[in-house]
């Protein structure tokens, strides 16, 4: 069936430095990727989206690229910040969602 | 308010129970998602609704299991006869237009005792 795959699980960053999240999916007919930060009792809530039709997109310290040939995509936060820290889950999409397993990011003040 | 409600925010319930679960939408959403997200998981799809039309519902673990949009705004998820490995939390995910993201709800985190 439909699988998405993230890593790392936990990553551990200084302030000021980058961190990359990677995400690879197997269905061919995913065609939309979003990002979302999962807070401690929140739901989750979408920083940054990418169509196929796009190979990377930014927005201030978030970006993302894609790689639809290798089904991959991955998130880039550059200059960390405290308030990073959170559960980041990628999905991707050919109808429905299906998520990837979350990787917890600690950002260290 | 502006997002996606969910209520109640916690639950508890014992074992053989029933349940229910409330979703309000984004005022206009015509798309409507329902997610069990376990313990350290990430979120996975249960059912959707477009508008009061059920449309997919192959995410839903058992016939246990039964949501409604009976109006095509407000939608219930229901849990008969609760087993534990029900617990979890549900989230509910609503969208405008078909090429705009799901917006999420803070969640109803199950406890079944």
């Known amino acids: 069936g439909e699988n998405v795959e993230q890593h790392p699980s936990t990553l551990s960053v200084q302030e000021g430095d980058s961190a990359v999240i990677k995400c690879t999916y197997s269905?061919?007919?995913?065609?939309?990727f979003p990002w979302y930060k999962q807070e401690l009792g929140k739901g989750p809530q979408l920083i940054i989206d990418?169509?196929?039709?796009?190979g990377e997109k930014k927005d201030q310290r978030i970006a993302v690229t894609l790689n639809k040939t290798a089904k991959h995509f991955s998130l880039h936060i550059t200059e960390t910040q405290p308030e990073d820290s959170a559960v980041y889950f990628c999905?991707?999409?050919?109808?429905?969602?299906?998520f990837g397993q979350g990787t917890t990011l600690q950002v260290k003040p | 308010g502006a997002g996606v409600s969910q209520s109640p925010r916690y639950k508890v319930a014992k074992r053989g129970q029933d349940v229910a679960l409330r979703c309000d939408p984004i005022?206009?959403?015509?798309?409507l998602f329902w997610y069990q997200q376990a313990l350290g998981q990430g979120p996975e799809f249960l059912t959707y609704?477009?508008?009061?039309?059920?449309?997919?519902k192959s995410g839903l673990p058992s016939d246990r299991f039964f949501a409604e949009r009976p109006e095509g705004s407000v939608s219930t998820l229901k849990i008969q006869r609760t087993q534990q490995e029900d617990s979890a939390v549900y989230l509910c995910?609503?969208?405008?237009?078909?090429?705009?993201?799901?917006?999420f709800g803070d969640g109803t985190r199950l406890s079944i005792l």
């Open positions: 609704f477009q508008n009061e039309a059920q449309l997919d």
């Open positions: 990418i169509r196929s039709n796009v």
């Open positions: 005022s206009g959403h015509v798309s």
């Open positions: 995910a609503t969208r405008g237009e078909r090429n705009q993201p799901q917006h």
């Open positions: 269905d061919s007919a995913s065609n939309y």
């Open positions: 999905a991707a999409s050919g109808g429905k969602l299906i």
